[in-house]
Every structure is written in C-alpha cells, then in structure tokens.
C-alpha cells in the first residue's frame, strides 16, 4: 500500500501492527468533548443491527431521485431534522466535465428538498474541497453554486471557514490529537455524508467515512489535505469519524466511478443509493454493492476493529434490494484486486 | 488612486477586526493571510493607524522562533507566512522580517523523509522527484506547487537573490512538477499512466514565482504555462484565479497582451461596497494586483 500523498507505505503487517497496539485499538468510554463521541454500537445507543436501505434509483431525474430518498429514508433510521441546522457535505474532490468525480448536484438537490420536507430549520451545503483549492471555480463548475442559490442554502467552503479545536475523543490518538473543526461542522446538528460510489488509487474505495476528509480546513492541514495522508490514511479516516459524527449517509450509486478513482476512473452505473445512519454499515454495503469485501478495505476493517460500527453482514439489516442481486464489479487497479469479493459473499 | 481602488481600500478598512486583522469574511475570526495583505493596501493608502493595527496582530502571530502560523493560537509555522513576510518587509517591520526570512528558509518539507526506495516508487508510478526540496503548507509534510510559489515570491519581494538555496531549489521542484501538456496543477502531474489536469490557480501562481525568480519565459515550461492560462482565460475563471493570474502574466513581457483585458476582467468584478465576492482578502489581493503595489510588483517591470 502507497500513499504517494506523503510517499509513506504502509505494509500489511503494519497494518495489522496498527490494528492491534495503536491508539486507535481501543477507545475510551469517556465521554467526548463537545456531545461528540465514538460511533461504536454500545455508546450511540443503536441497536447491535445496523439499519441500511438499498434502494434503486436508475437516473438522476427528480422524481427517480425523491421517490429513491423517500424510499430509503423510510426504511433506514434516519435522523429526526426537524428545527435542526443540517449540513449536507458532498463529495467534491475535484470537478471533471467527462468524468463523474462529485457527487451529482440532482442527487444533492433532491436531497435538500426532502430536507426541507422534513422541517429541517437550515441546510447548509458545505465542502472543502481537496486536489483544487480553487472553490469558487469548483462549486460553480459542479453546479453547486447554481441549486444553493436556487434552494436558497448556504454554501460554505470548509477549507477557510472559521474553525473551533475539538479534542479527540480518544486519549491515546495519533497526530490528531486535536482536530480543528470548520464552525460550520462544529455548530452542525445533524451532518449528512453524500459522497460518490468510487474506487480510490490509495485507499481502495471512497464512500461516506473517507469523504469526512473534506471535512478538515485545508488551511489547516494542507492541500490534498497532506498532513491526513501523512498520518495514515486508515488511522485519519477513523479519527475524523471517531470523533466527528455523521448522522446519516447518502451514497450516490446511481453512476460511480471505477478503476483509477477517485479522478481518473471511468463512469460505471451501479443505479442505486445506499442510505443509513451508521456510516461504516452504509460503506460495508456499498462495498458489496461493488464486489469488493469490505473486510479487506483497510480503515473499514480499523473502524470495525474500534466498534465505530460493524461492517459484517449479519449485523446490517439491508431494506430494500439484496446486495449481491444488484452487486457490479466496480474495475479496480490490479494493486486493489485483492479486494474483490467471491461471488455469492 | 482612482475611485474605484480607493473604494476597495474602504472595504478593507471597514472590515477590520478589533483585534487589528482580517478574516476570510466579514465579521470572521483574523487569520495571517487576509491580514497580510489587507494592511499592505491600508499600507498603500498611506493609512499608517490602521496598517499599524495589522501589524501589530501579525507580530502576535509570531513565535520566538521567527515562525508564523495561521493565526496567534497556532502551534507551529505555516503556509500563511508567506503573507506576513511580505507585510513585514514593506512596512519596514525589518527584525520580524529578518527572523520570518530565516524561518522560511528552514522551512522543513518532506523531501529528506523519504527512503531511497520511495523516491524511487514515486519517481516510477506518479514521475516526480520528491528529493527536491520545496515548501510544504504545513511542517514536514509533502512540498506542493501553490505553497513554494507562494514563499518563492515574498523571499524574492523582501530580498532574498534568486540564487539562493531553497529559492532555486523551489524554482526546480516547479519545474519537475509541471503538467506535460501545460500548466500546474496543485503539485502532481501523473497519477501512473495518467496525467493529471492542470488548473488556472495553480498555474497562475507558478507563473507569478518563476517571473520573480526570473526564470526566462524563453524556457518551455514557461511558454506552455501561458499558454494554459490564455485558454483558462476563454471560459469561466474565479476571482482569486483571475488576480494571480494578472499577477503571472505581468510577469512576463511577452505575455503582455493579455494583461489589459485580464485587468478589466478583474475589475469588472468589483461589487458596488467595493470588495470583491465580499471578501477581505480576495479584495485586497485584487487591490494590490490592479494597483500595482510595489510589493507585488514583478521584477521585470524595472527592466522594461
């Protein structure tokens, strides 16, 4: 594994060096700072099944798109907005015009509206973004900046907004000990993840955990957010999720991105969206979705390990289709092949 | 000054914080870069209580060590240092400056951090030299394009030769990084077999850093840089974007034709309050660049 990011290799066996004596192997039953705290089972009050919906949705019109959110929504657990400040955070590593790299605007828009359906007080869309630092160009080239004014939301780029520190909520973390949150996630009361189903040249797949990267201030911790791939990728991802908490998932499978994501990769239609409250149960599912096992994803399998969730089958509760009915083998980089799952798994 | 630019130094005025900086926004927390430079238009305008104001909070940002992070709580140096050392050296501020200089160019990145066979696995998958030493946003990590332009201009605007050390070092790292087919993107250009896409910002700035350190436009990498920025320049480009590209083209003579429509593009954007998409600091470096303020002045301009 190479992460030419920071150049740092992490090898499997110091992967599962990590997985067993790092700081992230156990985390406290202290309560965190701020009303955050770790996502495991047993604190957030959830059932030991995950709830997820996996819901078709073969185009991006907008009545395909509500009557899907609608759909999941229903049949997930999903967080009670009303008089609630909600951000949406999307996916906006870059913006391609051939290339489906951001979350489709259609997917956000729909989402918001549904939001505001469900009494939400204010939405917030917010990103910071990470390859291009160049927001005002992006949000207008993805179409952002067109559907917040339309719908009358906020967008704010997270990279230079004004930031509040947030301990860790484990003691013993890494290099993050301290994590300098944008005010627009610090006074957030729900957060909602709507990332894009895609492969990823170092972290094997992106999905609603590793999309919490933009959540970081580059301004802070760099461009492409630097001091994140320095630290390990699988250590960063647990401690952003660890410590800052997604209330719901959104990922957009309706067309993903295979082989040399997250940019580079080719559009590849899975034609669905995969919803649910607890952000490593959605990732696991969506992985499925791909034909990858989540178990091999590296910071899936840490997260698991450190009970931010569990990605095994028989703790999630899919409504909707059945995983492998509508599994699609997303291509992957032959270094990433040994993700794939068996059939029939 | 024409009205219009005395209008965007009223901007800047209006929006100072308390605390004597400047945020990103309106009302929003002072940070060093829009500090940086929304008291060199203060500066500019002759407004000596005011600038003093903001000088004295970059003072605050700094350690004993002569680093500046991005605001007074910061533990260590950073990227937004680059903005301090260009207040400092203008507003004669010369012992911060002086010891901001000597901290810059200890910068740490991440070149020496890399084993032998890692410099070879990034040289072979992703075809960069990652043994060049550049600056980095923030300590000890990967050195990019945007961060050693951004410190190659303020060394070179408060003094330091073109040949010194890490400026030529930095001049290298751009060069290695640039996009085959064009331009700069935020520091790598292939990604295995593919190249990656260039983008106006980045490009601008690494322009605006190689005209500092009078790398000839004469060089190929040079030549294709503006020509990048010229087909930018035909679709939709940000405010920021269009200020440092101005910047770059500026610093190139041969690229001088390009400048007054970029300069009316650019002032097109004023808004009627005088600032620039509300903000501080795209306001002032729009400001500064319009102006030509001797601190962001390219070198060339002297030998024309």
Redesign the interface.
Known sequence: MGDPMSGKRISRREFGRLLGTSALAAWPAAAALAGRAPQSVERSGLSPRSQVALVPCPDYGPETLAAAIREGWRSSRPPDVRGKRVVVKPNMVDVSADRPIHTDPRLVEALILHLGDQGAREIVLAEGTSHNRDSEWLFRRSGYETLAKRRGVRLVDLNYDDITPVQCVNPRATLLKEISLPRTIHEAEVIISVPKMKTHKLAGITLSMKNMFGILPGMVYGWPKNTLHWNGLPLSICEINGTVKTHYSVVDGVVGMEGHGPIMGTARKAGVLVMGDNALAVDATAARVMGIDPALVDYLAMAHKIRLGSLRREDIAVAGENPERVRIDFALDPEYALLRAPKGR | MSPRLSQAADFIKARQNPDGGW??GPG??S?V?PTGLGLLVLHARGDVAAAGRGLAFLKGCQKPSGAVG?NPRAAEG???AYAALLSFHALGASEEARRLKDWILGFED?SS??TKE??S??AT??RYD?SIPGW???P???A?V??TALFIIALRRAGVPPTEKRIKSGIDLILDRRVPSGGW??G?PY??S?E??A????TALALAALGAAGVPEGRPAVGAGIRFLEKSLAG??????LAWTLLALKSFPGAAALVPGTADRLAALQARDGGF?GNPFETALAFLVLSDAPILRPASWGTR
């Open positions: 945020g990103y929003r927390a940070l870069e991005i950073s990227w937004m991440a951090r890399f890692e410099l696995a990034i998958r992703f990652a980095p946003w923030t000890r990590t990967t990019w945007e961060p993107n935020f790598n990604s295995k593919y990656l896409e983008s106006a910002m980045s939709d480009v940000s405010t920021a974007t998409r």
